[in-house]
């Protein structure tokens, strides 16, 4: 088990201390950042854009540097408080939605609850209101949530494909009612020609995305970025070879999923076994 570092003189701002960390350590061991990037595998760039501040990456980075310095979890430690900073994490989130609204394709695994464009009004309240919101706040964020939906029914509504974790689909809302048409939303979802719809059974096991959501979008210049959320942070992915490791992981977990017309029989099944069940 690696020392414990002890570190002194260091920013208490999140987002500071962890770029801090990230210099001192390469600094101390010689490395330029391209030799850095040699070593580790990864784009010298994304490295100095988390060394400025510009960028937390992802926490497969992250682990990557922890292992390559023998620092444990250290760095992740750090990372954790810096991602889930609330003000960094509402800038990030909000180009994350000007991107989204301008993308030519979108992408997209769910681990735990229905994707945001594919949710009703009532199960977004019942996700909301799970994180605190209530009142005024809990109707103004659903309406906007529910606002983006018009993003994959418009005229040039862009290609949409989701991965549903099998726990998507085992999670129901405590109104079987409200949980029903969530189901019947999905099967309508599915049926437009812009949108795909798949689950990642639990028979699968285990795989690359286990512990992640993302989002991928191409832009319209053509440039893929990815939204990366685990627990209650997320992250905006842009440096392009972080983005493409994302997507070879997306694609092994697509590989692995039920094809579109096996996923719309399990989806159904769901719904007919929650149509059983007396409504609470």
């Not at 350590?25 to 400025?52: I, P």
Request: charged content about 25%.
């Amino acid at each position: 088990m690696p020392a414990r570092r002890v570190v002194t003189g260091r920013s208490q701002e999140p987002r500071k201390r962890f770029a801090e960390e990230l210099k001192s350590l390469r600094t101390e061991r010689g490395l330029s950042l391209r030799k850095l990037g040699e070593v580790a595998g990864w784009d010298w760039s994304l490295f100095s854009k988390m060394e400025k501040g510009e960028t937390l990456g992802g926490p497969e980075v992250v682990q990557a540097l922890d292992q390559y310095y023998g620092t444990g979890r250290m760095l992740l430690a750090l990372w954790e408080p810096a991602v889930g900073d609330p003000t960094q994490f509402k800038e990030r989130y909000r180009r994350y939605m000007t991107l989204e609204a301008e993308a030519m394709s979108l992408w997209y695994y769910a681990l735990g609850a229905v994707p945001g464009l594919l949710q009703t009004p009532a199960y977004a309240r019942t996700f909301l209101a799970t994180s605190g919101m209530d009142g005024e706040e809990l109707t103004a964020q659903v309406e906007a949530r529910i606002g983006r939906r018009e993003l994959l029914t418009g005229d040039d509504a862009p290609p949409f494909r989701a991965i549903l974790s099998e726990t998507v689909l085992r999670t129901a809302l405590p109104d079987l009612t409200a949980w029903r048409e969530q189901l019947e939303h999905l099967l309508t979802m599915g049926e437009r020609r812009n949108i795909t719809i798949q689950v990642m059974p639990h028979a699968a096991g285990p795989h690359a995305l286990t512990t992640t959501d993302v989002m991928f979008l191409r832009l319209t210049d053509g440039r893929p970025v990815a939204w990366v959320e685990t627990g209650h942070s997320g992250d905006l992915v842009e440096e392009p070879a972080a983005v493409e490791r994302l997507q070879l992981l997306y694609d092994r977990v697509r590989d692995l999923a039920l094809s579109p017309a096996d996923s719309r029989k399990f989806i159904m099944w769901n719904l007919e076994e929650a149509s059983c069940e007396p409504s609470a």
